[in-house]
């Protein structure tokens, strides 16, 4: 059994969704979720409130029972001891693999059954020899909004190039405004023109959480559609019309990542913003797939 933590928004959990399934097919093994940290009421402080959404999509693991979980809870000391084990060539049982460090760990890929991991886990490194798979268990599963359904005939049909705009409580709350650089209009002014300028009648679709501000600081001569019926429940939808525009243009949000990263057009071309932190202790060297472009 591999049991998987699952907490932030939507592109998180799909990361901590993603490993855990290569590593449930990997140790031909059942994949469970923990979603206990998504239900604590005691957190304190300025944050943004998660709900568990992967039950949106077709995927292939059940939710951890709380003795699921019990197994597995161990001090810090203990939790050290048996990261190391992975670099060992013996096969333990009840294993809690806690994530070292943001960038790619190569060790992690060796986790063995009955282990939990806990982690972000943010690189296709963890989970791309299992793209053809994701592909098909991380689509919407429920009836979209009438909207969406229209909208998905229009752009499947243009040129279509979305551009992710992330504002929201990346500036409102000073923890996330601390953590994250913003994108400036100068990025996506110049990730308009590198993708445009390639392209033929392109049509953008923008998806913000502050689409004021896009229209106000970002001047371009092309035909523009702002996606903005996709609220509350039906958020996840604009993740979905992002994965089906001919390219994309994300934000430093794992959100778009996960638009981008779930088209399927082979020629597609991806633009991302190079610095994703303002703070140094995270190394961000293996979050953006080599093919995509960084400005």
Known sequence: ??????YGGLGNQLFQYAFGRYLSIKNNTELKLDTTALEDKSIKG?????????????IHATIASVSDVEKFKKSKIQKIKDLALLYLPIRFNNLYIKEPFFHFFNKALKTPENAYIDGYWQSEKYFSSIRELLLKELKPKNKLHEKTSELEVEIKTTQSVSIH????????????????????????????????????EPVLYVFSDEPTWFEKNVKTNYKTIYIMHNTG????????????????????????????????????????????FKIKSKNSKDLLPKEWIQL
């Not at 059994?1 to 699952?6: C, D, L, Q, V, Y």
């Not at 929201?168 to 953590?179: F, M, P, T, V």
């Open 165 to 200: 705009i992330r504002r929201g409580d990346y500036i409102s709350i000073k923890s996330n405004n601390d953590y994250y650089e913003t994108c400036t209009p100068e990025y996506y002014t110049s990730a308009i023109s590198y993708i445009c300028d390639k392209l033929e």
């Open 233 to 276: 429940n039906h958020s996840y939808e604009d993740m979905y019309l992002m994965s089906l525009c001919k390219h994309n243009i994300i934000a430093n949000s794992s959100f778009s990542w996960w638009g981008a990263w779930l088209n399927a057009n082979a020629h597609k071309i991806v633009v991302a913003p190079k610095k994703w």
């Open 1 to 6: 059994m591999i049991i998987s933590k699952i």
């Open 46 to 58: 300025e944050f943004t409130i998660r709900t568990f959404q992967l039950d949106l999509f077709s």
